[in-house]
């Protein structure tokens, strides 16, 4: 019920329980500075809190109590009705599946790997899996979730959290930029997650207990997901992250900033400038924007006293801030 049509039915009260529609949607009673209109009675009407009267349509108060009863029992009707479409819905779907499993040119392949550009049911088996999960995810992300993500995510990893199940992700360096990500790891880290950057994450992987694991499907534009139960591919994606993870930092809150992960930055930086990559091409390969990057780029010309982004890369591995295998090759790899 909003606001204003709460008004209207205390209006309607003080005016003695009833009044003529036309006074409360022209403005006649001692309402003040409050408009109605047919919305508000609408609404009133259909939480059985006011009748309209067929002949004189005058606007009739009705007692509480006796609306709350026929709400709650309207409420549950509707319940009962959309739980029943479910049950059809159900069995519908289930007596497919003996359809489904049958396809003689996949087999089993049909339910070890499957995609789906469906955003509404990629999210439901994501909801899925994590509320079967019980003993741990692992997760790889390749940037920063945004604000809207971060606040439907929170409630589900913190549920996972508190059930005892171990939670750990991988994101690239760059995200410590972000004062609001940084925050967001701490409130993570506090509860019990277990997050680390490393330089180089290039896809967004989640996998539960070992036994399914969902891959971003970059094949297609519109955005969508492959799901893996098949136990050999599984495994060996988590083998994967699990050397990552080994490999990467764990997350210190130092409230902005990249922290002692800024060497590993910039190092990555400098191997793709040996290479002769451009600006563009960097930022994308180190999961930043392009300003970004070209700050970055500008630092690390001044600090070197380097003329071009390619004579940055030679001076840098010949100091040993990089290796020289990203020099050697870098005449081979400007095509980018």
């Given amino acids: 019920m909003t606001a204003t049509a709460e008004r209207l039915y205390r209006l309607l009260v003080e005016s003695g329980g009833a009044a003529p529609r036309n006074t409360l949607l022209g403005g006649e009673s001692s309402a003040g500075a409050d408009t109605f209109t047919e919305a508000d009675i609408d609404i009133l009407v259909s939480l059985h809190l006011v009748s309209v009267a067929s002949g004189t349509d005058v606007v009739s108060v009705l007692n509480p109590r006796l609306a709350l009863t026929a709400s709650v029992a309207q409420r549950a009707a509707e319940i009962s009705r959309l739980h029943a479409e479910s049950e059809q819905v159900r069995a519908g779907i289930e007596g497919l599946q003996e359809a489904y499993d049958s396809l003689a040119d996949f087999g089993s392949q049909t339910q070890s790997v499957e995609r789906s550009d469906d955003l509404q049911l990629i999210r439901s088996l994501l909801s899925h899996a994590g509320q079967n999960c019980v003993s741990e995810v692992l997760t790889a992300q390749p940037e920063a979730l945004q604000e809207s993500a971060v606040a439907d995510s929170r409630p589900r990893d913190l549920a996972l959290l508190q059930r005892g199940v171990r939670m750990r992700t991988i994101y690239p360096h760059t995200v410590l930029s972000s004062p609001a990500v940084q925050r967001h790891f701490s409130i993570m880290q506090a509860a019990g997650s277990e997050i680390r950057t490393a330089s180089g994450i290039i896809e967004r992987v989640v996998i539960f207990d070992r036994e399914v ?16 139960r098949e136990p050999a591919v599984v ?102």
């Fill in 235 to 336: 495994e060996y994606l988590y083998q994967s992250l699990e050397q990552t993870w080994r490999l990467a930092t764990p997350f210190v809150y130092t409230r902005v900033g990249y922290g002692e992960t800024i060497d590993d930055i910039r190092a990555g930086i400098l191997r793709q400038m040996a290479a002769g990559a451009k600006d563009e091409v960097v930022a994308k390969r180190m999961n930043m924007s392009t300003r970004t990057c070209r700050r970055h780029i500008s630092e690390i010309l001044a600090e070197l006293g380097a003329d071009s982004r390619f004579q940055a890369g030679v001076l840098a591995a010949r100091l040993g801030w990089i290796d020289t295998f990203w020099t050697e090759g870098a005449q081979q790899d400007t095509a980018v």
């Fill in 213 to 228: 694991a969902f891959l971003a499907d970059r094949r297609n534009r519109e955005g969508g997901a492959v799901i893996i």
